[in-house]
Protein backbone atom coordinates (compact mmCIF):
# COMPACT_ATOMS: atom_id res chain seq x y z
CA UNK A 1 0.00 0.00 0.00
CA UNK A 2 2.91 2.32 1.34
CA UNK A 3 4.37 2.00 -2.76
CA UNK A 4 0.65 2.67 -4.19
CA UNK A 5 0.33 5.81 -2.14
CA UNK A 6 4.20 6.86 -3.20
CA UNK A 7 2.94 7.08 -6.80
CA UNK A 8 1.04 10.22 -6.67
CA UNK A 9 1.17 13.86 -4.67
CA UNK A 10 -1.62 14.83 -2.13
CA UNK A 11 -2.16 18.59 -1.85
CA UNK A 12 -4.03 18.14 0.91
CA UNK A 13 -4.62 15.51 3.49
CA UNK A 14 -8.24 14.78 2.53
CA UNK A 15 -6.81 14.20 -0.57
CA UNK A 16 -4.57 11.45 1.24
CA UNK A 17 -7.35 10.38 3.07
CA UNK A 18 -9.42 9.59 0.00
CA UNK A 19 -6.80 7.63 -1.35
CA UNK A 20 -6.33 5.47 1.35
CA UNK A 21 -10.18 4.74 1.45
CA UNK A 22 -10.24 3.99 -2.48
CA UNK A 23 -6.99 1.44 -1.95
CA UNK A 24 -8.85 -0.11 1.15
CA UNK A 25 -11.98 -0.83 -0.66
CA UNK A 26 -10.43 -1.88 -3.80
CA UNK A 27 -8.24 -4.35 -1.45
CA UNK A 28 -11.14 -5.56 0.20
CA UNK A 29 -13.53 -5.68 -2.42
CA UNK A 30 -12.45 -6.21 -5.78
CA UNK A 31 -8.70 -7.50 -5.74
CA UNK A 32 -8.53 -11.06 -6.19
CA UNK A 33 -6.16 -12.82 -3.33
CA UNK A 34 -4.28 -16.09 -4.55
CA UNK A 35 -3.75 -17.45 -1.15
CA UNK A 36 -8.02 -17.00 -1.06
CA UNK A 37 -8.68 -19.14 -4.16
CA UNK A 38 -8.60 -16.21 -6.54
CA UNK A 39 -11.85 -14.78 -4.42
CA UNK A 40 -12.08 -11.36 -2.82
CA UNK A 41 -11.82 -10.79 0.78
CA UNK A 42 -15.33 -9.34 0.88
CA UNK A 43 -16.58 -13.01 -1.07
CA UNK A 44 -14.88 -14.87 1.92
CA UNK A 45 -16.20 -12.66 4.65
CA UNK A 46 -19.33 -12.76 3.40
CA UNK A 47 -19.95 -16.44 2.99
CA UNK A 48 -20.02 -16.10 -1.05
CA UNK A 49 -17.06 -17.68 -1.66
CA UNK A 50 -19.07 -21.35 -2.08
CA UNK A 51 -21.32 -20.29 -4.66
CA UNK A 52 -18.53 -17.40 -6.48
CA UNK A 53 -16.53 -21.40 -6.98
CA UNK A 54 -19.59 -23.06 -8.18
CA UNK A 55 -19.93 -20.73 -11.11
CA UNK A 56 -16.52 -20.87 -11.90
CA UNK A 57 -16.22 -24.56 -12.48
CA UNK A 58 -19.71 -24.59 -14.39
CA UNK A 59 -18.28 -21.86 -16.50
CA UNK A 60 -14.96 -23.83 -16.80
CA UNK A 61 -17.18 -27.40 -17.61
CA UNK A 62 -19.00 -25.20 -20.16
CA UNK A 63 -15.94 -23.41 -21.64
CA UNK A 64 -14.27 -27.11 -21.71
CA UNK A 65 -17.35 -28.52 -23.45
CA UNK A 66 -17.25 -25.70 -26.06
CA UNK A 67 -13.68 -25.57 -27.02
CA UNK A 68 -13.97 -29.75 -27.11
CA UNK A 69 -17.10 -29.13 -29.46
CA UNK A 70 -14.99 -26.75 -31.59
CA UNK A 71 -12.30 -28.87 -32.04
CA UNK A 72 -13.67 -32.04 -33.43
CA UNK A 73 -16.00 -29.80 -35.55
CA UNK A 74 -12.88 -28.28 -37.05
CA UNK A 75 -11.15 -31.47 -37.34
CA UNK A 76 -14.37 -33.34 -38.95
CA UNK A 77 -13.75 -30.20 -41.95
CA UNK A 78 -10.44 -30.47 -42.47
CA UNK A 79 -10.91 -34.19 -42.87
CA UNK A 80 -13.55 -33.22 -45.59
CA UNK A 81 -11.54 -31.27 -47.37
CA UNK A 82 -8.84 -33.43 -47.65
Known amino acids: MKNVIKLDNYYSPEELEYALTDFVDYY ?31 IKKKTMRLRRTNYYREKHMEMNLV
Open 28 to 58: NTHRYHESLNNLTRADVFFGRAEEKLKERAM
